[in-house]
């Protein structure tokens, strides 16, 4: 029985992810910043542990609690949607810090036990907006495009130990609480040269039909965990794969 730790459990893509893999009889460890026993189903094979990915002692702690896994998941954001001059550099770098650096840091916390097995796959969670820029989100995208490029030079430096370094790469999901979770960083509005683009950006969404389901990150996530073979960069969801094709 195969044992994977997956980050950012609490809702959305990750809770969908956990499920998923629980569904196939495999251990998993879910890990979110304030642990919720009721988010998912109870099994002997579920343990929940509080993670957040920007501090180190808290990744310190999980890595001990844990113990050895198979397969590492890097899913926990945070999002931001504003233009740039509506952003501070604080929140910036507090995307980033999560984003960017919270996958960092959890990869290389769990990479000697990887290296030293000579097994192991980091599937790291990133954007379909990497694919394609949207404007009001050139913070978010930059974070996430560090990763995929981080992930792409990562992937060739653990070949020889066997270890592979992965991307998947959801499109827009409705479905989760983005827009939600991102709220307290757009809590000052879209300064007001830019609310004409806002409102016809929403339109467009709105209007548009090809989505990102959580159970597409799943499956995409089980696919670049257990099949070698596949592509290092995998879309999930209808309007990422036709990005990506």
Do not use: H
């Amino acid at each position: 029985m195969k044992t994977v730790l997956i980050t950012g459990c609490s809702s959305g893509f990750g809770l969908e992810i956990a499920r998923y893999f629980l569904a196939r009889d495999w251990k998993v460890v879910a890990t979110m910043r304030t642990p919720r026993e009721d988010a998912l189903p109870p099994s002997e094979n579920l343990r929940v542990l509080p993670l957040d990915v920007a501090n180190a002692e808290s990744i310190r702690r999980v890595v001990e609690a844990a113990g050895p896994i198979d397969v590492l998941v890097n899913n926990a954001g945070i999002g931001v949607l504003n233009a740039l001059e509506g952003t501070s550099m604080e929140i910036a770098r507090e995307v980033f810090e999560t984003n960017t650096l919270g996958t960092i840091a959890m990869t290389q916390a769990f990479l000697p036990q990887f290296r030293q097995r000579k097994a192991g796959v980091i599937v790291n969670v990133t954007s379909s907006v990497t694919l394609r820029s949207l404007p009001l989100l050139s913070v978010y995208t930059a974070s996430k495009a560090a990763v995929n490029a981080f992930t792409e030079s990562l992937a060739l430096e653990l070949a020889p130990f066997n270890v592979r370094a992965t991307l998947v790469l959801p499109g827009r999901a409705p479905e989760t609480r983005f827009g939600e979770n991102a709220q307290p960083r757009m809590r000052n509005g879209f300064p007001e040269p830019y609310a004409d683009l806002a409102q016809r950006i929403f339109k467009e969404w709105e209007q548009s039909t090809a989505i990102t389901r959580s159970i597409d990150v799943a499956e995409a996530v089980w696919r670049a965990a257990n099949d070698a073979s596949c592509p290092m960069r995998l879309a999930a969801g209808e309007d990422a794969v036709a990005l990506l094709s």
